[in-house]
Structure formats: structure tokens, C-alpha cells
């Protein structure tokens, strides 16, 4: 993590880790380093490399600054203190990401009418002729018929799209239940529900309960041009957001409890990416976290989920993964879409050190120049770095699309689906190690929530190459249908 308070320092790619250890071949060892010969900078960094295994039964000297070292007649390579990010050059356009979510929306409306499709937020999904999108009832094998009919809207306004209606309408809260919020939210891939009220609304046209059963929500509601008293509800899933202590303003070491919702996830032992918690049963991270070159990666029994981590050298016991999902289009080359879903083999134990993060609202977009926060844990660089054993982090600035966009910078490459935070004076940014690791921004309710997962840089720290984030916001849709398609079978409140 990049942080010129703590003279952390990033300053050249290392040469691709493939091209120095083989994927079945032991890391580096975590303390100490070798010093190898670099690459040109133009070679993308791939970052899957894993930590060594720690042992938890004894507490070891922390690394905590940097070294550079610069052999002779070669480009500088470095040794840092924070994640795993992609270190990167690729090529790329917004356009044919704009390109393939206008398709994905003529199918979703094709879907309505019955086809085997691809459906938006869901990959390819077998339908049959009959299936009718949001009407309450699983029409399509995957479910992607009523994966994406409910969303949140400012202040948490439930909001739902039923067969009859065609749009999102917010719900009546005359005859709204606790009942009828554990439904909802179980049917979103959460444990039950933890509040609702009710707004006053200006709306039109609203969304009342009826006496009909459905296997979801948007079965139960009708049309209605009026709602008894003019109040909607509003629905927490889950009670998000909240870390343990207040954060240390420009500190680097992050203290227990701070980001209670940051996961470490071992890959065969050995910490490998960030993640971040969304609900008792999920995780969520970057696609790139899971190559597709090498099948073990792939294998969930291959992972595990650390959560309630300060120090790599102390970890509790760990969560086992059930299920990878990554987002169908994703694409290694270019790094959009890059998200992924990990379901857990059983439910996450909440306390005051672990708690889920707040997804955003469909509407919610983070202003330019906001400061939000980015945390995790180091991993080895090829050759010339220490992983961090200690969770850091880092304040980072959101920085508008169209300037990250302009040519001295990264010159069109990001897409609708990433962000951009840092510094372009440098020196503030993730780093090797950081994958799949929250950004994070504190809302006017006291609330964190996730603004992005981190995925791809150039180099770290660098002047005009700010790190560049999965945009949650773009990709709400498709994290709502995986949680909702892979809701626990047997959810208890």
C-alpha cells in the first residue's frame, strides 16, 4: 500500500511471476528477499503468487518500511509493504463494454417473452418459452427470470419490478411486515432481515402487499395508483457498515476492528488476495484472483477465508469456500469485470471484529475528489519484496473517469465498470498484494460502504497512474443475482 507517510515506495514493475516461479512451485520465503532480473515495465504483473504459510503459534518481527534496490545497468525493482494489485499495461475501450451491456438489456427484455438466453447480471441460463421475468415464480433453470427484480434506493427504499408493472416501484409500507423483510432479504442471500420503516414518498404509482403466495417478493405485490398515508418502505438487510473504533487519520497500520469487514483469502495455505464480507454467507473479490491457466485455482476446497485478521502470525479459524463465481464477462486481458462472488460453506460468526460491509444503492454514485479508504494485507513481489503480516491501509482520492481516462494517464482503458482512486501526484495508492480488496467511503448515516474492489495499476504510487478499481456501482446487478441465484437453502435468522 502506497502511503508516502511511511515511505512506502513502488516505482517499477518486476518481471512477470510466471516467468520466475512455476505455478507448482513454493513462493519466495516471506522474510528476506532476492534480488532478480527485471522486466521492461510493458509486462502486465500477474499477481497470483501466495504468501508462504504463517505459523500462528508464534509472534515474528513485523516488517514495516520499505528497500529499493537498484542493481546495475537494469530497471529498478522493489520491495514493498502492501497487496496484491495488478501491475499492468493493457489495452482497452469503454465502448465495447457500453457494447455488450445495451445487448445484455435487449435480452434480459427478450427473456420476458421466452428464449434460452444470455440474461443480464447471470451468464447463459435455459429458459423456457413460458418464462415470464419477475412475476414470482422460477420459470428459468439458473433463476435469472427473478434474480434482479429488487433493489435498494436512497435511504434504503425498497423498490421492486413485478410482471404487471415493467419498472422498478417503491413499496407501500401499509401492510408491510417483519415477515415479509425476512423474505426479502433471505431471498437476497441474507440471513433475515434487521430493520424497515417507512419514508414519505412523492411517487405516483407504488407497490402493495396482496394475499397471493410466491417463492419470492415480487409475487406478493400488486399495482396501485395509491398508498395510505403516501409512505414507502425502507429495508436493512443487514446492520453494515460499522467498524469497531474510528480510523487513524493518515496512519498506516490499521488497528483491530477498524475495517471489520476485510478478508484475507488463502490460496493453499498462504494469504494470496482481499476480499471484502457482504453478508454472512458471501465474499466478494476480483476475478483475477483465479486465473483460469492452471485448474487449481478454480477448486474452492483450494481456499480459504480469513476474517476478524489484524496480523497474518494470529489467525482464527478460517471459513472454507463452497462456491467461485466469476462474472462471466470478465476479461483478463483488459481486466473488466473483474469481480468475483465466494460463497461460504457456513455462515460467518459476527462480532465486533467482523461485520459485513454496506453495499451501495442503485442510485448512489461517490463524488469526484472524495476521500475513501483502501485496506489490506502485503504479499510477496517476485524477488525483491515483504509482504505486510499486519493489515494496512491507505486514503485515496476518487478521481473522475474522464481525467483517468486522458491520454497521459491510462489513455482510454477504463471501462464503465472501474474507478479510479489515488493521487496523480503519486505517491498514495494500493499496491502488489491489494486484489480483491475493499475501497471503501463513509456516507452522511455514519455507514461504510464498498465503492470499489481493487484490480489493476500501473506500478504503484506513481505519478498520473492512479490504482484503478472494479466500480461497484456498474456491477451492483450482477452481485445482487449471484447472491440471490445462491442463497442459503436453509437460511436462519
Known sequence: MENTQANIQCDENPPSYYSVVKPNEPPPPYVGSQLLTSAPPTIPYYINHPLPQIPTSQTLPVIATTHRVEPADAP?????????????????????ALLLV????????????????????????????????????????????????????????????????????PVCSVGWSKSLADQTCQQLGFRGSYQYSSLPSTSQSFLSVGSQT????????????SCPGQTTTSLQCSNCGHPLSSRIIGGNVAGLGQ?????????????????????????????HCFPKDSSSWQLPKNWQVYLGVESQYMLPQPYSVAQIMLHEQYNSQTND???????????VSLSSTVQPVCLPTFDKTVPTDTQCWTSGFGTMTEGAGFGSSKLMEVAVDIIDSSVCNRAEIYNGQITQNMLCAGDLNGGRDSCQGDSGGPLVCQENDGRWYLTGVTSWGVGCGRENNPGVYSNIHSLLTWIHSKMEQESPDHATL
Open 337 to 347: 469485470f473483474d469481480i468475483a462472488l465466494l460463497k461460504l460453506s457456513q455462515p
Open 259 to 287: 475495517w471489520p469487514w476485510q478478508a484475507s483469502l488463502h490460496f493453499m495455505g498462504s494469504h494470496t488476495c482481499g476480499g471484502s464480507l457482504v453478508g454472512q454467507d458471501f465474499i466478494l473479490t476480483a476475478a
Open 102 to 169: 445495451l445487448i445484455g438489456i435487449a435480452i434480459w427484455l427478450g427473456l420476458k417473452y421466452g428464449a434460452s438466453l444470455v440474461f443480464m447480471g447471470s451468464g447463459v441460463d435455459s429458459c423456457p418459452s413460458s418464462a415470464v421475468v419477475c412475476d414470482g415464480h422460477t420459470d428459468c433453470k439458473r433463476g435469472s427470470d427473478e434474480s434482479i427484480c429488487v433493489r435498494f434506493g436512497s435511504q434504503n427504499e425498497l423498490q421492486v419490478m413485478t410482471s404487471n408493472s415493467g419498472n422498478f416501484l
Open 76 to 96: 529498478q525493482t522493489r520491495l514493498v509493504v502492501t497487496r496484491n494489485k495488478r501491475a499492468c499495461c493493457y489495452r482497452g475501450s469503454g465502448g465495447s
Open 214 to 225: 410466491a417463492d419470492y417478493i415480487q409475487g406478493r405485490l400488486k399495482v396501485s395508483s
